[in-house]
């Protein structure tokens, strides 16, 4: 197992989620991405994550349900979590972040940097 910090990206968009992978390989992540969220409560369910992406909007299993989910579970409850949306607007950020723990709500369009800041920030704190 190497020492870097593993996450994973949960986006239907797969031209989306192959530009954070790149980006976020090039930080030094171990990434693996879902096509959904129910890919994604998949993997969550049967492997340890640093941190997860999500988008808010997917098929199957919405950014929120999949939060939702993730900290019902034993494994990965307390990884931090980032909330990409194209809806900033129509969602409550303090609300999300309390209710279910978000670490923040990244409005799209984003660049690159600011999700590999972001993920830095976060992951820095959490140790």
């Keep these: ?12 968009n797969a031209a989306l989620a192959a530009i954070l992978r ?18 994604a409560a998949d993997m969550a ?3 340890d994550f640093d941190l997860i992406v999500s988008d808010e ?8 349900e999949l939060c939702q989910f993730i900290r019902g579970s ?16 129509e969602l409550d950020s303090e609300e999300l972040a309390r209710k279910y723990q978000i670490e ?3 409005e799209k369009p984003f660049s690159p940097s600011s999700i590999i800041d972001f993920v830095n920030g976060v ?3 959490a140790t």
């Design 45 to 47: 369910s049967r492997e």
């Design 123 to 125: 992951l820095a704190s």
């Design 1 to 12: 197992m190497s020492g870097k910090s593993k996450l994973l990206i949960a986006d239907d």
């Design 22 to 39: 790149f980006n976020l390989e090039r930080a030094g992540y171990e990434v693996q991405i879902a096509k959904n969220g129910e890919v």
């Design 74 to 89: 034993s494994r990965n409850a307390n990884v931090p979590f980032i909330l990409l949306t194209a809806k900033a607007f």
């Design 57 to 64: 909007q997917m098929p199957r299993m919405s950014g929120l």
């Design 104 to 106: 923040t709500v990244i």
